[in-house]
């Protein structure tokens, strides 16, 4: 086994016993919010899940610059993973806050900052998506595509100062440089580490799609290599 | 086969853990203020139960889908590499 499969594979096992200690210290050690109730043990996951969506369209940002700089395809590799991951996370994302909002607030949705940003942050990032699916083969699609991933992250940090920069029912930040917000010690210990936990199960999703990534290229390159020499187009699934 | 290199990993490491700790270091510097905490044995932990359970199950079913999803694709790969295999053998057979 190469030393690249022994680390993804521990990262694996590291990130599964992670998981199953944050489980049991979610709803086992931490206590309950007097006001929220059972409910506020949504935002273990809720705030772990924006955090690390937030890094990884940071990681969009670096892969693009990169790609942009030196035009090498393992940029654009690391760039269009982090954004498929990034994507997922920001549907749990809303996904979460509409469950935590109904009992809360008592409705699903409403156009407030925090939320209207964070479906606009969806909105880019599935459009980077969709941009790289409807390009044609080439490099064109994915120069389109980093230019796109650069401006995009301009969202992020709006999505994360929107409740101070605007009047907002959105509870206040807990995490981060402008962190306000109250939290007991134990649910600050248990927030950090659900952050880290989801962090190494990010980096193992990406270290996995990256190299699907770059398997997919090497193939699509083949198959160019083989319809220029058979002077066929190759009919494959 | 190329070489592992373990370099981008290493980064990709050092940059989660700078990541995490900015999200962690001014959370943890706090000050300890438990106005909103009570015990939970005191608490009322049936309301809202269903959204809770929603929650927790929607968000492993996403992960769980995004890695059958991939491990799909690395399927398909492989057999579409096979497939370029023998057609380019039958080509090589050809001339």
């Known amino acids: 086994m190469s030393i690249g499969m022994v680390l993804k594979n521990g990262l694996f096992v590291v ?9 049991y210290l979610i709803f086992m050690w931490v206590p ?45 590799h690391l760039a269009y993973s982090a954004a498929e991951i990034g994507v997922l996370l920001t549907t749990l994302l809303l996904i979460t806050g509409i469950l935590w909002a109904k009992p809360i607030w008592g409705v699903w949705w409403t156009w407030e900052p925090r939320l209207t940003t964070s479906l606009m942050l969806w909105l880019i990032y599935v459009a980077y998506l969709m941009l790289r699916a409807y390009s ?71 270290i996995d799609r990256v190299s699907l990534r770059k398997s997919e290229d090497e193939v699509e390159w083949v ?5 220029q020499a058979s002077h066929l187009p190759l009919s494959l699934r | 086969m190329k070489p592992f290199s373990l370099k981008p990993l290493v980064t990709l490491l050092v940059v989660s853990a700078i990541f995490v700790s900015t999200a962690a270091i001014p959370a943890l510097a706090q000050q300890d203020i438990s106005v909103q905490v009570t015990n939970a044995e005191s608490g009322d932990t049936e309301t809202n139960l269903p959204y809770l359970f929603a929650v927790y199950s929607i968000t492993w079913i996403a992960f769980f889908a995004y890695l059958y999803y991939m491990s799909q694709r690395q399927r398909n790969l492989r057999s579409e590499v096979e497939e370029l295999r023998q057609i380019l053998a039958e080509k090589e057979g050809k001339d």
């Open chain 1, 136 to 206: 044609p083969p080439g490099n064109q699609g994915a120069r389109y595509a980093a230019v796109l991933g650069i401006i995009g992250f301009i969202d992020v940090p709006i999505v994360y100062y929107s409740v101070k920069l605007w009047r907002t029912v959105h509870p206040q930040v807990i995490v981060g440089p402008a962190a306000s917000g109250s939290l007991d010690s134990s649910m600050r210990i248990l927030l950090f580490l659900t952050v880290a936990t989801f962090t190494v199960l990010f980096v193992y999703l990406l």
């Open chain 1, 223 to 227: 198959r160019g290599i083989a319809e």
């Open chain 1, 32 to 76: 309950t919010d007097n006001i929220q109730g059972t409910v506020q043990r949504i935002m273990y996951f809720h705030v772990s899940v924006a955090w690390v969506a937030f890094l990884a369209f940071f990681i969009v940002l670096v892969g693009s610059v990169g790609y942009l700089w030196k035009g090498t395809s393992k940029w654009d």
């Open chain 1, 15 to 23: 990130c599964a016993t992670m998981m199953l200690v944050i489980l």
